[in-house]
T-cell receptor, first 109, second 118 residues
């Protein structure tokens, strides 16, 4: 089955700096790669996703890149704000959806 | 739509007791997933259903765990008997899959059920 690895497990940045989270996956059949944000006491919520026929996607301060050959994808958050502090999960999906272990992002004011 | 609804939000029980967690997916969604979240193991996929049919239950920890989806608007996850190591947050999520059950689209998660087994 699919195995998703995510790094780093924790990330602390200064407000206004950029944050990058990286993931790798194992199943070449996976073709959908979402990123979820989870705030304390809540369920994960989709923030951006990318499909295998696209190499990059951007939505305001958030961007994702995908390298299917190398089986890795990344989340980039620019101009970070304190409200970006949360746990972020990457996932890879074929028929089911498997998640990475999560990255706890802290943005210091 | 109210989103995915899970109950109870919190459950504290004693070892050996039966626990039933409930989920109402978003209307019109045809796939439903149960995940377990712990600090040590992150978000683990336990089981998922397509059109009310269980597709893959390989993530279910052991025979003490069972899940059902009797209709498109309701699913249960049961643990019998419960053990302290089952303590976790259990999430239900639903999505809509297109024709031929192509890859899973966006998952919508419930707020989770926090289970504590003493």
């Amino acid at each position: 089955g699919e195995n998703v690895e995510q790094h780093p497990s924790t990330l602390s940045v200064q407000e206004g700096d950029s944050a990058v989270i990286k993931c790798t996956y194992s199943d070449s059949a996976s073709n959908y790669f979402p990123w979820y944000k989870q705030e304390l006491g809540k369920g994960p919520q989709l923030i951006i996703d990318i499909r295998s026929n696209v190499g990059e996607k951007k939505d305001q301060r958030i961007a994702v890149t995908l390298n299917k050959t190398a089986k890795h994808f990344s989340l980039h958050i620019t101009e970070t704000q304190p409200e970006d502090s949360a746990v972020y999960f990457c996932a890879a999906s074929g028929d089911d959806m498997r998640f990475g272990a999560g990255t706890r992002l802290t943005v210091k004011p | 739509d109210a989103g995915v609804i899970q109950s109870p939000r919190h459950e504290v029980t004693e070892m050996g007791q039966e626990v039933t967690l409930r989920c109402k997916p978003i209307s019109g969604h045809n796939s439903l997933f149960w995940y377990r979240q712990t600090m040590m193991r992150g978000l683990e996929l336990l089981i998922y259903f397509n059109n009310n049919v269980p597709i893959d239950d390989s993530g279910m920890p052991e025979d003490r765990f069972s899940a059902k989806m009797p209709n498109a608007s309701f699913s249960t996850l049961k643990i019998q008997p419960s053990e302290p190591r089952d303590s976790a947050v259990y999430f239900c999520a639903s999505s809509f899959k297109g024709l031929a059950f192509a890859n899973t689209g966006e998952l919508f998660f419930g707020e989770g059920s926090r289970l504590t087994v003493l």
